[in-house]
């Protein structure tokens, strides 16, 4: 891994697994895995790393499969208690009903999907929405598919790399992702959505107040049991982007677009504001998609 | 007998949200309510379960002439003390998640609900310790006994989902 995209929190699902872009995968050896652990500053990153399932010093692919299924479902569980899925169709919704016609969202870095069908369950992205999930893993895929057909649920998840966008959408978002791309990576993400043709894109994270590491820490002992999910739930707090560098990466990214924050940090009482949006639109879109979110726009700057 | 009857409710009570604790997170579907429920009954069961034993011990106890009824209702009902004003917090979070509005549902959930499950295991050990604090050291037993007996519940719990999740991990 290039030394700009690491970081000193980085998480164990960074460094476990390689997908390429057709989904595919090469074997991961566990030295390798902890020598990317840049400078870990506690070596529980590096204990838990020696008891993931591996064999002969390579993680093995179905053992890792089960550990990232079972913290991606427990992701799920933390997603519908803080009621994500709404929380994000308030703020999409608004914007998909500028458009006419039909309209594509693709939700990259999707994971079990937990967005994609809770849209397609609830109908909550409005009528005439084609629904896709998109992520290089495979095996969160195929448990996701599996999710939404026990569920008959109208959407769709495609592999692919976040990098090697081949899928076209009008809105791109996505949930706990970015905070994983840095240096030349995060513009770089923004800037292929841009080039792909979308409108917009709506990217959640975490937002990184000074209550944050602790409050995920609570939350992560509180909700989550695989130790995985534990340590990179907290990493993904330490590591969040700033608004600025949000805002930053989306005008360097993709200057065609009106990079915007939802709840920008300290505007609001910094516990309430668990995950927001880094947004950019289409300029001309910005004015009517104030109007369409009504007195939720007080909140974007 | 009144502290009694308290202390099996919210007993009750703890045990349907330790059963949906030990359920939430291994189901992805999106609809799953009426799993939920199951959850919360199948931890209100065994919350059931464990006072049946509990009963027993206090019961024998007092047969054995171990510690006397008024001892243990003494320690009853400062556990109370602990375990009431837990369950008041817990129930005005609880509410506020039920709010319509998306920004006090976060409240319930960001400043109680979560934080309540993290010490929640503290508040259990904590309400046994000082409700048997001064008394004989097998009441003091006793009643760590019955806080680990609460505790354990979620445990065996969530061991059954997890063998059920790994069973059929859909
Ligand atoms: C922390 S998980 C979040 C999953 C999901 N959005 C959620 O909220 O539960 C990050 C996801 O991004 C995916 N991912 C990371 N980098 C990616 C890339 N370059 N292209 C596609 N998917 C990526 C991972 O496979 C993983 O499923």
Redesign the interface.
Known sequence: MAPERQDRWMELSDVIVDFRADGSRRPVKVADASSALVDAPFSSSRRLLAQLPQSEGVFDDGGVD?VL??SH??L???AE???HG??VS?LVRPFLDLIDGPKRVVDVGCG?G?LV??FA??GSLGDDVEIIGFDFNQGLLR?AS??AE??D?DCKFVVGDAFALDTPATVYLSSGVIHHFRGPDLPDFFARQHAAGAAACFHFDVAPTWLTPL?AW??H?????EPLARHDGVRSALRAHSDTDLLDAIASGAPGWVPLIFDATGRRLA??N?MRPAIGMNPELVEPYKQSLGPLSRRLS | MMTAVALCLLALVDGAFSGFRAFAGRDGRIEKRPAKIEAARLGAMGAVAALVLLAIVMLGGMALDIFSFAELEEAGRRMLVVYATFATAITIGFAAYFSPALEVRSVGTVLVLGPGTFIRPLVILGGALYGAAGSSTSLLLAALFAAMVMLGLETVLSRKYARELAAHPF
Request: glycine share 6%; aromatic share 8%; charged share 30%.
């Open positions: 089960g299924l079972r479902l427990e799920q569980r933390l208690e803080v009621q709404h929380r308030r079990l937990y069908r809770y369950s609830t448990a599996r999710l026990i569920e649920l409050g609570v939350f002992r509180a909700r989550m049991r516990v309430l668990v």
